[in-house]
């Protein structure tokens, strides 16, 4: 089965590689010709989701799947939120991990969650799929692996940020490997009926 994945985020498709295995032919935008921004003005992480998957089944008529993600800090009443990428005002993460960190210095909560929704859409047909992890917001950077707010985040239950975490480690608990699962298990589904 052929499936688009809606993102040019490497990393990202480094990590949904990994577990969707061989049974899909994964595409990208660019094998699909998709080489415009795609939209993400919906205002929450399930909407964006749904608005790049509908994008691309729209223009490009093939079956495909988008995410959106963000970190929810319980301290900032859910910030960064659906800005997690442009939190700071740019893509730029250390910028990102510093406003954050500026934000919460004063704050003795820490408590935060990762969440990613995907959104399907199989031969014109919308599902979505949620994953979180709880953690906590450390007060400075540790590791240099992953990306985005990786070296701030600790996983409830770990002693190492998701940074410190080789991919397969990080795979195997992330936000994004939950709510994939989930969406794995539904095209499995649809590939053995």
């Not at 909407?47 to 223009?59: F, L, P």
């Not at 599902?127 to 007060?139: A, D, P, S, V």
């Not at 397969?168 to 539904?186: G, N, P, Q, W």
Request: aromatic share 10%; charged share 20%; glycine share 10%.
């Amino acid at each position: 089965m052929e499936l688009c994945f809606a993102t040019n985020n490497q990393h990202k498709l480094e990590e949904v590689s990994a577990q969707l295995g061989d049974t899909f032919m994964l595409k990208t935008l660019s094998n699909v010709g998709c080489t415009e921004e795609l939209p993400e003005t919906s205002g929450t992480i399930a909407g964006n989701s749904r608005q790049k998957a509908d994008y691309v089944w729209t223009h490009f008529g093939i079956s495909c799947f988008a995410d959106d993600s963000g970190l929810e800090v319980e301290a900032l009443d859910g910030e960064p939120g659906v800005d997690s990428a442009f939190y700071s005002g740019s893509r730029d993460f250390g910028k990102n991990i510093q406003k954050l960190l500026a934000n919460l210095a004063s704050k003795p909560n820490r408590k935060a969650q990762f969440i990613t929704v995907f959104t399907l859409v199989l031969h014109g047909v919308e599902h979505q799929f949620e994953g979180t992890i709880q953690g906590q917001i450390l007060t400075e950077p540790r590791g240099t692996g992953g990306f985005g707010y990786d070296p701030v985040f600790l996983p409830d239950g770990y002693d190492r940020t998701f940074a410190e975490m080789s991919i397969d480690e990080k795979t195997t608990i992330s936000h994004r490997s939950r709510a994939l699962a989930k969406m794995i298990a539904y095209l499995e589904k649809q590939v053995i009926t």
